[in-house]
Every structure is written in C-alpha cells, then in structure tokens.
C-alpha cells in the first residue's frame, strides 16, 4: 500500500508541474510589442512612439488597435493599400486623444508637428 501511495504522490507532483509549465508557456505568448517604436511618416520625418507607456498609461489595446493590427508595419501597409489615409492615424488616434487629455486638463501628449515629427 505505502508503495502505491508513493507513486500516486509522484504522478501527482508531475501533474502539477506540466500544469505550471503549461500556465508559464501561455504567459509567455502574450506578446505586447515593442516597448519603444519609430513610425514612419513620409518626408514629415519620423516619429518616436513609446509604446508600452501608452500600454500602461491607457490600459486597453483598443485605442489604437481598432484602427489597425497588432503587427509591426500594420499603419504604412494600410496606407500602401488605401485601407488608412495618410494622417488618418495621427489624426483620429494620436491627436484627437492627445487634444481630448490637454482639454480635460490631463497629463496629454504632444499636439504639436514639431515635437511628434523629428527631421531625419
Ligand atoms: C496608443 C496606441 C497604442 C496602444 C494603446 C497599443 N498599441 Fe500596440 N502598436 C501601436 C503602434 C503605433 C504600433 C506600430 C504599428 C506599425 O508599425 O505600423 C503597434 C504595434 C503593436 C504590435 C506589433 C509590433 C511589435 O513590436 O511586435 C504588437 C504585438 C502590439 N502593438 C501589441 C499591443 C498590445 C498587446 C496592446 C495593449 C496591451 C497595445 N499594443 C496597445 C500603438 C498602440
Ligand atoms: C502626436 C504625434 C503627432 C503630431 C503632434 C503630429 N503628427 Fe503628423 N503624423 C504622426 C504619425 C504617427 C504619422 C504617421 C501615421 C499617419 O499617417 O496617420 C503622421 C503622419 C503625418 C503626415 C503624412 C506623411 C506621409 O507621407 O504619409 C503628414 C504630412 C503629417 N503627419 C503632418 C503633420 C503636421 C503638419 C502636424 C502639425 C499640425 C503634425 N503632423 C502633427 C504623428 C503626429
Ligand atoms: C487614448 C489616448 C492616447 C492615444 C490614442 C495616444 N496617446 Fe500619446 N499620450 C497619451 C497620454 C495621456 C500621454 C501623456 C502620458 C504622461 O505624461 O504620463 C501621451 C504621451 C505621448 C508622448 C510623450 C511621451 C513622453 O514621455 O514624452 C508621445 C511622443 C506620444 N504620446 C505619441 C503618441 C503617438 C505617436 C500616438 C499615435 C500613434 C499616440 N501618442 C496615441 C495618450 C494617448
């Protein structure tokens, strides 16, 4: 009896830690991007975008990515392929919340060209 017990024991132990690595590996496929990014915008100069402060800050992906994927280059393929106009992201997602924080009397980002647009 005592052996048997001993060897439940054990395949109960297994159990539990294929169930911890299982739980790790789906923790681990969360991919929220990367923390800090470069956005294209054409002859305008790029734009510095801090990603995971926007995560943090605002909480919910959907903000942003209603309007276009989770996938780096999602905004210039769209605009390639028509699907966003150019400035449609900058405006109805960048500023338009920008300007809605800065109203409120918020913590907001940037509004103007000059500091969202750096000459390459
Ligand atoms: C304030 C806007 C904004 C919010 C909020 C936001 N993202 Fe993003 N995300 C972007 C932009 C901009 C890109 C780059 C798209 C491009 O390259 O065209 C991007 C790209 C990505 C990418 C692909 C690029 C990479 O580095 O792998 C992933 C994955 C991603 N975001 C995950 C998330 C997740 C998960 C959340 C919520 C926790 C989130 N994002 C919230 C703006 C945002
Ligand atoms: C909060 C940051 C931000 C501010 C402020 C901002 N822009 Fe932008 N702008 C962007 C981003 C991001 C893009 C790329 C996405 C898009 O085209 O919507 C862009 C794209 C553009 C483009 C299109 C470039 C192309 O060839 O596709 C032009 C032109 C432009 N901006 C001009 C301006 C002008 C003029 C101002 C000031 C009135 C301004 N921007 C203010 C972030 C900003
Ligand atoms: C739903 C609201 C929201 C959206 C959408 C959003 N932002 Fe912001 N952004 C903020 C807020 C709030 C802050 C100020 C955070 C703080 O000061 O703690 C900020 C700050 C910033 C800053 C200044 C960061 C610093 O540390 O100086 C930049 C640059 C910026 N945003 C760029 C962008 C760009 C580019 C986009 C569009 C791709 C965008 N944001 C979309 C809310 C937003």
Same mark, same amino acid.
């Given at each position: 009896m005592k052996r048997v017990?001993?060897?439940?024991?054990?395949?109960?132990?297994?159990?539990?830690?294929?169930?911890?690595?299982?739980?790790?590996?789906?923790?681990?496929?969360?991919?929220?991007?990367?923390e800090e990014m470069t956005l294209d915008a054409g002859k305008k100069g790029a734009v510095w975008f801090p990603h995971r402060q926007h995560q943090d800050n605002l909480g919910d992906c959907m903000h942003c990515?209603?309007?276009?994927?989770?996938?780096?280059?999602a905004i210039q393929k769209m605009k390639a392929e028509g699907a966003l106009k150019k400035k449609q992201v900058m405006?109805?997602?960048?500023?338009? *919340? &920008? @300007? =809605?924080?800065?109203?409120?009397?918020?913590?907001a980002g940037p509004t103007s060209c000059k500091? *969202? &647009? @750096? =000459?390459?």
């Open positions: 017990g001993s060897i439940l024991f054990i395949l109960l132990m297994i159990a539990l830690i294929m169930e911890a690595a299982l739980a790790i590996s789906v923790a681990g496929t969360d991919n929220n991007g990367a990515h209603s309007v276009f994927p989770k996938e780096a280059g405006k109805k997602v960048c500023l338009s *919340c &920008h @300007r =809605k924080m800065k109203k409120m009397k918020k913590p500091k *969202c &647009h @750096r =000459k390459k």
